[in-house]
């Protein structure tokens, strides 16, 4: 089994920086793959940002390309997602998910993983 802690969300102004974090416990194999949703009031949930093990591989939704980082420590099983240059159409819950190997042109699909954290609020203030 496999858990998901986010920490790092706030309260920031527009133009500013936030670093998330995601803490996963269970089988590495199970974590292979990490994403990082969010969610608006309102709206679905999206994706934001995806990596694979090696961390060579990185996947990101066109409306934070530029933006955002995610980037990976193995040793500590911890994703992180840098978050800057934010702007108030940013703010929502972000959650981390995780799951085995799966094909790249699924990494942005909800349903392509098995575990999801709790969720972190990130709001961003104009």
Known sequence: QVHLVESGGGLVQA??????SCAASGPTFSTYTRGWFRQAP??????????RWSGGSTYYADSVKGRFTISRDNAKNTVYLQMNSLKPEDSAVYYCSAAG?????????????????QGTQVTVSS
């Open 15 to 20: 133009g500013g920086s936030l670093r998330l």
């Open 42 to 51: 309102g709206k679905e949930r999206e994706f934001v940002a995806a990596i």
């Open 101 to 117: 190997p799966v094909p790249a042109q699924i990494v942005g699909v909800m349903s392509t993983y098995d575990y999801w954290g």
